[in-house]
C-alpha cells in the first residue's frame, strides 16, 4: 500500500476529529450572551460571503496554471480553505448548541449570575473585575472570563460583601465580593 494514504501515527487525531469544538463538561449547556452569538454569528457570514468566495476564486485561477504539486497559490490556498472550512463547522456546530442568555433580562441583581460583571477583592486587597460570559467568549484581555472558570464558580450566586473560597493550585484563597453590575 502506498504510504500516501496512511497516517504516520495511529495516536494521530483525523482531520474530522479536529473539527470538533473543545466539549463542555458533560451535562452543561453552551451558554453565550446575545453579542456573543451575533459575532459568532457575523464571523460565520463572513467566511461564507467573503473570506472562502476570495480563496475559491484564488486556488480555481492557480489550477488553471498547471502543475500544481509546485504551484504555491494553489497548495496555499487549499491549506486556506481546509482551515475555512473547519472552523465554518465549528462556528455551526457552537451556534447550534447555543443557549442565549441575555444578562440584561436577569430579575435577581443583588446575586452573581451569567453576564454579570464582578469586582472582588482578593486577601492582599488587589482588586479585579471580571464578566463571566460563554466558553467562546472568553477574552482575558477585557476580564471576560468562562462561566465554568474556577473564578466564576466560586462567584455564582455570591452576594455583594459574601467572602468565598477559590480554590486555586496554591490552595485555597479567600474573595470577598465588592460589587455586582449587569450591563443595561
Do not use: C
Amino acid at each position: 500500500m502506498s504510504k500516501a494514504f496512511t497516517r504516520e501515527n495511529d495516536d494521530a487525531p483525523e482531520d474530522d476529529e479536529l473539527d470538533d469544538p473543545e466539549p463542555l463538561p458533560k451535562g452543561l449547556k453552551n451558554y453565550m450572551t446575545p453579542p456573543g452569538f451575533q459575532a459568532m454569528q457575523e464571523e460565520l457570514r463572513h467566511l461564507l460571503r467573503v473570506e472562502r468566495p476570495k480563496v475559491v476564486e484564488v486556488v480555481s485561477w492557480a489550477a488553471g496554471n498547471g502543475d500544481r504539486s509546485e504551484n504555491g497559490d494553489y497548495l496555499y490556498g487549499k491549506k486556506r480553505l481546509r482551515e475555512i472550512d473547519r472552523r465554518i463547522r465549528f462556528l455551526n456546530k457552537r451556534l447550534e448548541s447555543a443557549t442565549v442568555v441575555n444578562p440584561q433580562d436577569q430579575k435577581n441583581r443583588e446575586q452573581v449570575f451569567f453576564g454579570a460583571t464582578v469586582t472582588y477583592a482578593r486577601d492582599d486587597g488587589a482588586e479585579n473585575t471580571v464578566t463571566i460570559v460563554g466558553v467562546d467568549e472568553v477574552d482575558s484581555d477585557r476580564g471576560h472570563i468562562s462561566w465554568i472558570s474556577p473564578v466564576a464558580r466560586a462567584l455564582l450566586k455570591a452576594r455583594e460583601g459574601d467572602v468565598v473560597e477559590l480554590r486555586t493550585p496554591a490552595g485555597l484563597e479567600r474573595i470577598e465580593v465588592v460589587e455586582i453590575r449587569y450591563a443595561d
